[in-house]
Structures are given as C-alpha cells and as structure tokens.
C-alpha cells in the first residue's frame, strides 16, 4: 500500500502513467504479432488507435491473453490519466473550493525562506495548511505543494484573500513578510469577524524591529479584542540562544586566559549574538567581573556597535568591546592586518561567524580556523540549513573539538511547528528553567531537575510551563505586558512593593493549585514520596521567609525575561493598588 502511495505521489504520478500506458500499448503490439502473423508490424502500428478506442472486436481479443489483459488495462490507464489530467488543471480550483468547509488549520502569510520551513513543518505535523504567497514564480511554492500545502496567490494584507484563506475558522495565523508587512496583516486579521464559538486565533508574528512589536502590542491590548491573541517571535533572538546553548564560549581552555569573543558579521543575527554573550557572562561571570572582552568584526561594524550601544547601555557596562572595520571581499589594508594580528595573538577563545550567505560564512570560518592555528578556540558558523554546505562542518574528522568548526542551522532550528506552538511561554518557561538551573548550581544543588531542557522528563518541562503562564497571566494584575527586548539592562524596570506582593501570591496561589492538582496534600515535614509539602497554605499562612523567596523571584523575573528576549511594559494602571 505504501508503494502505490509512493507511486501515486506528484513526484512519480506521471512516469507512472506513462509506464501504464507504455505497458498497454506494448501488450497490444505483442498481441496482434501473436493473433495476426501475416500483418506487419506497421499495420499494427496503424491499428492501435483502434485498440485504445474499443475498437478491437471480441472475436479478435479472445485470440490472445496479451489483447485481454490490455483490454483490461486500457480502461484502467485512461481513467487514471483523466483524473491526474483534470486534478492539475483544476487542483486550485478545487482546493479553494474546499477551504470553504476547513477549520482549525493553520494560515502561514510570507513563503520566503522562514514561511516555507514553517508550512512545511506543520504539514509534517499532520495540520492542514494554507500558505499566502503573492509572488505566482515564488521558488518554494513547488515544493510546499508537494507536501499538500494548499498555495493562494495574493496578499495576506488583502481583507478577500484572508476571507478566502478561511481565517475565520482557521486556529493560527503566521505571519512571516517583512516587519510592515507584516504589522499591516496583523491589522487586517483583526478585523476579519470569528465565527460564533470558535476560539480565538493565534497570531505568531515574526517581527525584527522591537519597536514595532511594542507598538502592536500595546494597541492589541488597549483595543481589547479577544478575537486574536497575537505573540511575537524573531528567529534571530532565538537562533542566538539556542546557538549559544549549543557552545559554551566561556568554557575553560585550560591554559588561564579570560574569555574573549569575536563575532563575524553584525547583522540581525550578529546583533543578537553580541546581546546574548554579554547577557550571558553578566549572569555567569556577575556583575563585579571584569568586562567581558567582545570584538566586532563587520565592514561598517563601528556604525553598528554604536547602534547596539544606544539600545542596550548595558553593553558598556559588561564588555570591553571593539569594533573593526573589515569588509572581507574588499579587506583594506589596515583593518586587515589588525584582524590578523589579533587572530594570531591568542586571546580569542571563541568566533561566531554570523554572515547570511552560506558560501562567504563558511569560507570565513576557515579563514579564521587557519589563522588561530594552535590556538585552542571554539570557532562557529551560521548556516541556513543542515543540508548543503552544512555538511561540510562537524564531520568528526578532527579529533579535537576545539580544531573542528560547529556549524549551527539557523532556519532549521528556529523554524519549526513546536518553536511556534509554544509562543512566548514556552520561550518563558526555559527561561524560568534555565534561571533555576543557575541558582540551584550555584547553592550546590545536584538532581534530575537540574538539568538543560531537553534532558528533563515531560512532567518537569510541562512545569516550568505551567508556572511561566502563570507569570505571564499574573503581569497582567500589575499593569504589565511582554515586548521583544529593546533595551537590555537599560530601562531598569523594577516592581513596585505593592506589586512584588501581588506577584508573589499569585504565584504562591498557582504553585499550591498546581500540587494539589498533582496529588500533593499539606504536611508539617516534606516527603516527596507521599507527595507531602509543608508549603501547602493559603499564603496568609505561609511563613515569612517563604513569602519572601516568592517575592524575590517576583523581583527577578524582569531579569530572567531579558535573557529570554523579552522586557516589561507598563500599559495600565496596576490593580495592586
């Protein structure tokens, strides 16, 4: 069954036929040679078409089993051609004709690089999808047709074509067009009326520029719609904290010298890269150590550094950082020489090349392989997938991890069904998780749940986020929401006392739901195996130095959403008061 699936499919579908028809004709050649001795093989030729047109008599097919099992067949493959024939023809047709009955599928708007993975990995998932791509010579929308994508052409900005997409029914919306764009369809999307009884539709907006996801943000709230609850994301925040889970750059070389990073390409994603090591020695190295040494190395890398600077003041703070000027296709001769002079003197402990273009990053990353020479360095290289010139890294020939490159697929990981389904609590929660891990190192605490994320059981994970929907709901009773990060460090946005406490018992209040739901009942002394916790109680009850960890984890979690991608806004008055 599997194989007629296989031989049925767009990529085999016609060869298929052609054999089929191939076979018929041969069976009949063969037939006629058998049944009609004298004719040549020209006038068999010339009485195919007979054949084919039930022309044949009786008489003559019962001559021969050949004839009878094309006779059979014959049927058979024009049936089949017929079909294959009016579904190409009519298959858009067809496709929008059935969208009027679909519901709970998702929408994806933009079939770029981004959009075309995500289709892809929720049609791989088993969700109906429908993609909106205006451009008709799109190159990916082959492809996500292939894999039983439903492809409309036009604009997801077009009030019609989202009509058409079924947006009133569908269960998530994502958006993956440029950032105005894309703010303009969250727009439009909102004003496309639901359906009595469905359930608000998810928005998943990819949006580069915070400020414009802070600007819809807060109109999203201060509008009140309920019909569309949007989250945003951005594949280059993300890609820069996964890549950064995946190596440690301030691993110990073994030989005493302090860290020093160097980032190639300051992009979007170098951008984040930058903000995302000097986030992560802040919190690992603390704030009384010494600057973290942080080059930059782009063709207008000065200018860039400059605008990180601004947005996030606490760059200066934690790095010592420098900026060269080096355009690699067109290296000048000063700039060139003092990026080779600073390879080769053996403080770089680890480079993150960030170019967009495969071939350039790659042949960058050997580059600067050759030029550390013996140096022990983790050297790293963005690639857009693990195809390709992917595979030319991380082959395990070079028996030292700090000789080989690391190659980090940046769409592949970043573009992906369950990336989206989560949203920004999923993001939170491995945030929140990632927050424990650190403190519970620190004290010296040992155990399964101290442990990376992917190595947790289901129930821990599922945990962390439980409490990160927590936090996030519990925003809302101090005034606050969720934006993409802005301005690291800077803003310096603490909590008022009124609001640590509403914070603290809201969480107190989730935490005991969330046990007793779990089995757990109250008891003077904890026992983990009878499920016993002297936490137990109504947070009157709760003792003061219980009520006081709640609140200092109430006063950290601005700090834990930075180093998730996320700040605070204050979009309303706080009901603590």
């Not at 094309?70 to 298959?91: D, E, H, M, Q």
């Not at 420098?322 to 403080?347: H, K, M, N, S, V």
């Amino acid at each position: 069954m599997e194989a007629l699936r296989k031989l049925w499919s767009p990529k085999w579908r016609w060869l298929t036929l052609t054999l089929l028809w191939l076979l018929v004709a041969a069976l009949a050649l063969w037939g006629y040679a058998v049944g009609t001795p004298d004719s040549s093989i020209w006038n068999s030729l010339y009485s195919l078409p007979d054949f084919f047109s039930f022309g044949i008599s009786d008489d003559t097919a019962a001559l021969d089993w050949r004839l009878q099992l094309a006779r059979f067949l014959g049927p058979i493959a024009f049936a089949t051609t017929f079909y294959a024939t009016a579904a190409s023809v009519l298959r858009d047709q067809l496709a929008r004709f059935r969208l009027r009955f679909a519901k709970e599928h998702v929408v994806v708007a933009g079939l770029g690089e981004k959009g075309s993975r995500l289709a892809l990995s929720f049609a791989a998932e088993g969700q109906r999808v429908v993609a909106i791509e205006p451009d008709p010579t799109n190159a990916f929308r082959a492809s996500v047709t292939r894999r039983g994508v439903t492809v409309l052409t036009g604009s997801a900005a077009d009030p019609e074509v989202l009509r058409e997409a079924n947006l009133a029914r569908a269960a998530d919306l994502v958006v993956v067009a440029d950032d105005a764009t894309n703010a303009e369809i969250v727009a439009v999307a909102r004003r496309i009326e639901r359906r009595d009884g469905e359930r608000a539709l998810r928005a998943s907006v990819h949006l580069v520029d915070p400020q414009i996801s802070r600007l819809l943000r807060t109109r999203e709230l201060s509008a009140g719609t309920a019909s569309v609850r949007t989250d945003f994301f951005n594949v280059f925040q993300r890609g820069a904290r996964l890549w950064l889970a995946d190596t440690d750059p301030f691993v110990d070389r073994g030989d005493g010298r302090p860290p020093h990073v160097v980032i190639l390409g300051v992009g979007v994603l170098g951008e984040a890269m930058a903000v995302a090591v000097a986030q992560r020695w802040a919190e690992e190295a603390g704030r009384e150590a010494p600057p973290l040494r942080l080059t930059l190395v782009d063709p207008d890398a000065s200018a860039r550094f400059r605008s990180l600077r601004l947005r996030h003041p606490a760059l200066v703070v934690h790095t010592a950082a420098e900026a060269i000027d080096l355009d690699a296709d067109r290296p000048g001769p000063d700039a060139g020489e003092a990026f080779r002079e600073l390879l080769a003197e053996g403080t770089v402990t680890a480079a993150y090349v960030c170019d967009d273009d495969d071939t350039a990053a790659l042949s960058t990353a050997l580059f600067v392989r050759h030029a550390l020479g013996t140096t022990p360095a983790l050297v790293a290289v963005r690639t857009r997938s693990e195809d390709g010139l992917a595979l030319l890294v991380d082959d395990g020939v070079e028996p030292d991890p700090l000789r080989q490159i690391h190659g980090f697929a940046l769409l592949d990981r970043t573009c992906t069904a369950s990336a989206i389904d989560g949203g920004t609590n999923e993001t939170v929660a491995r945030a929140i998780h990632e927050d424990y891990v650190a403190r519970a190192r620190q004290l010296g605490i040992t155990g399964s749940a101290v442990a990376e994320w992917d190595q947790l059981d289901a129930g821990t994970q599922e945990s962390n986020r439980r409490a990160a929907d927590g936090a996030v709901a519990a925003l809302a009773l101090v005034g606050c929401v969720l934006t993409p990060l802005y301005g690291w460090d800077g803003g310096g946005f603490a909590f008022h006392e009124d609001e640590l406490e509403v914070l603290a018992r809201a969480e107190h209040e989730r935490w005991c739901d969330d046990r007793r739901r779990a089995g757990w009942t109250y008891a003077a002394v904890r026992d983990n195996d009878r499920r016993r916790h002297p936490a137990l109680v109504s947070w009157e009850e709760l003792p003061e130095h219980e009520k006081a960890k709640n609140r200092e984890q109430a006063a950290e979690l601005p700090g834990v959403l930075a180093r998730a991608g996320f700040e605070l806004v204050r979009v309303a008055p706080s009901a603590a008061g």
